[in-house]
T-cell receptor
Framework: DAGVIQSPRHEVTEMGQEVTLRCKPI?????LFWYRQTMMRGLELLIY????????DSGMPEDRFSAKMPNASFSTLKIQPSEPRDSAVYFC??????????????FGPGTRLTVL | KQEVTQIPAALSVPEGENLVLNCSFT??????LQWFRQDPGKGLTSLLL?????REQTSGRLNASLDKSSGRSTLYIAASQPGDSATYLC?????????FGTGTSLTVIP
């Protein structure tokens, strides 16, 4: 398996622009998580899905952030409009509830977002 | 809400030394605990997963222990190598969510 795939790996945009981050979870995994990592706050959970349904979005900082999971193999995190304080590394992770991995969570390589 | 603390925040040791990284959590009702490694500018790599019913897990030079009642986990690294230099994060699974500590930055000096 290729692991969790994220795109783009790097994104530089100007304040006010829309940003869309993409994630492909590991095949067969039923949970998908979006995290944000900054030096100040560490790793923060933004939202997670179970079987494509958003379960908890309490970590989404503002209405400017939205996430979707239209099918089991694809999810997006959108920021509109983007602001400089959104600059961070955004990680996607997935896991399977049962099986030999035993709820182990697997992370993608992350998208480094810079908003100028 | 679960709070996860990792001490120390940074650690520097000479090559070959054995070391222990600490992770503490406030709510003992956990499903499992996972240790990760993060290299600069990279994603998180899973090292070990300990289920709530287990006391320890081993992988090569790494050994992770879990004491749920006291809310503690340790990651023991034997015979440290410069390649072990990275940030180590622990994550506590309180159900569906993982709660992360802020990590310990480890530097192994050749």
């Amino acid at each position: 398996d290729a692991g969790v795939i994220q795109s783009p790996r790097h994104e530089v945009t100007e304040m006010g622009q829309e940003v869309t981050l993409r994630c492909k979870p590991i095949s067969g995994h039923d949970y998908l998580f979006w995290y944000r990592q900054t030096m100040m706050r560490g790793l923060e959970l933004l939202i997670y899905f179970n079987n494509n349904v958003p379960i908890d979005d309490s970590g989404m900082p503002e209405d400017r952030f939205s996430a979707k999971m239209p099918n089991a193999s694809f999810s997006t995190l959108k920021i509109q409009p983007s602001e400089p304080r959104d600059s961070a590394v955004y990680f996607c992770a997935s896991r399977r509830t049962t099986g030999t991995s035993g709820n182990e969570q697997f992370f993608g390589p992350g998208t480094r977002l810079t908003v100028l | 809400k679960q709070e996860v603390t990792q001490i120390p925040a940074a650690l520097s040791v000479p090559e070959g030394e054995n070391l222990v990284l600490n992770c503490s959590f406030t709510d003992s009702a956990i499903y499992n605990l996972q240790w990760f490694r993060q290299d600069p500018g990279k994603g998180l790599t899973s090292l070990l997963l300990i289920q709530s019913s287990q006391r320890e897990q081993t992988s090569g030079r790494l050994n992770a222990s879990l004491d749920k009642s006291s809310g503690r986990s340790t990651l023991y690294i034997a015979a440290s190598q410069p390649g072990d230099s990275a940030t180590y994060l622990c994550a506590v699974n309180g159900g569906n969510q993982f709660y992360f500590g802020t990590g310990t930055s480890l530097t192994v000096i050749p």
